[in-house]
């Protein structure tokens, strides 16, 4: 078994200001998906659109942060939060879903694009590649937060991590940094210059991340208070068959999609 880095959460704080690690793999993500954009306009001959990019990441991570909070207030703790709505704004207190800030990104992008003739695929595909690397660093925050931590085991990686009582369990936040962030990495960046149709490296990123983490979720403790579909799938491991399907409808639909510009013509 090894030992549980005892790490502070918090950095730095300045009277009642806290800068805490999670806020910091957040801000890290964003960095790194406006560098490695900038860097994929360049080769996509495009580095005029950079003021374009900066605006479609700034509603994007508008909408992810919203939707990541809304989704984990509505599809988890519903009842909790409508008798607690000020609890709603206190996201301090933890408590964000990745399905809720995907929903909310890719709504946020699409009224965005629609609104200065972007083509919502082309720029997805462009930004979807470098999402696994936020997905990466916010695991890392949620294993030093100790929380989404493992299911009981014996295996000689185990830890006991201080909110999950005396018991061994699996460091299932490193497993998720592993897959859902550097493995998935390394394979949407590897396909960055293929000249699919819009929509289809994102059809990838959804079918891709979707089995990882319906595999990963074998080894997380389920969230408390939320019951199991079946008797023994996660609420997370429904999302991720929904996502897997939803990647495999645009697939279908996107594989012939004439518009391949960062501009929808017409």
Avoid at 65 to 74: E, K, M, Q, S, T
Avoid at 98 to 110: K, R, Y
Avoid at 223 to 241: A, H, S, Y
């Amino acid at each position: 078994m090894l030992p549980y880095p005892q790490i502070n959460p918090e950095i730095v704080r300045i009277g009642p200001v806290a800068v805490r690690w999670y806020g910091l793999m957040y801000l890290l993500g964003f960095l790194a998906a406006y560098y490695l954009a900038r860097k994929q306009l360049r080769e996509r001959g495009h580095p005029e659109l950079v003021k374009v990019l900066e605006d479609v990441l700034f509603w994007g991570g508008v909408g992810l942060i919203v939707g990541a909070r809304l989704g984990h207030v509505f599809f988890y703790y519903p009842g909790y939060y409508l008798k607690r709505p000020l609890e709603i704004l206190a996201v301090w207190h933890g408590g964000m879903s990745f399905h809720g800030g995907l929903i909310g990104a890719v709504v946020a992008g699409w009224i965005y694009a629609r609104r200065r003739r972007l083509n919502f695929f082309w720029w997805a595909d462009l930004l979807v590649v470098t999402a696994p690397i936020g997905l990466g660093l916010g695991r890392l925050g949620n294993f030093i937060n100790g929380e989404l931590y493992g299911r009981p085991t014996h295996v000689p990686w185990a830890m006991v991590f201080p909110a999950g009582g005396p018991v061994p369990r699996h460091p299932s936040q490193l497993y998720e940094a592993l897959g859902e962030g550097l493995l998935l990495f390394l394979i949407l960046w590897s396909v960055r210059r293929k000249d699919w149709a819009p929509g289809l490296k994102l059809a990838l990123f959804l079918v891709l991340y979707g089995v990882i983490r319906f595999f990963l979720e074998f080894f997380r403790e389920p969230d408390p208070g939320v019951g199991l579909f079946f008797g023994w799938m996660t609420r997370g491991q429904f999302f991720c068959l929904l996502m897997v399907l939803v990647g495999a409808v645009l697939f279908l639909v996107r594989r012939g999609a004439p518009e391949k510009g960062p501009y929808l013509s017409g």
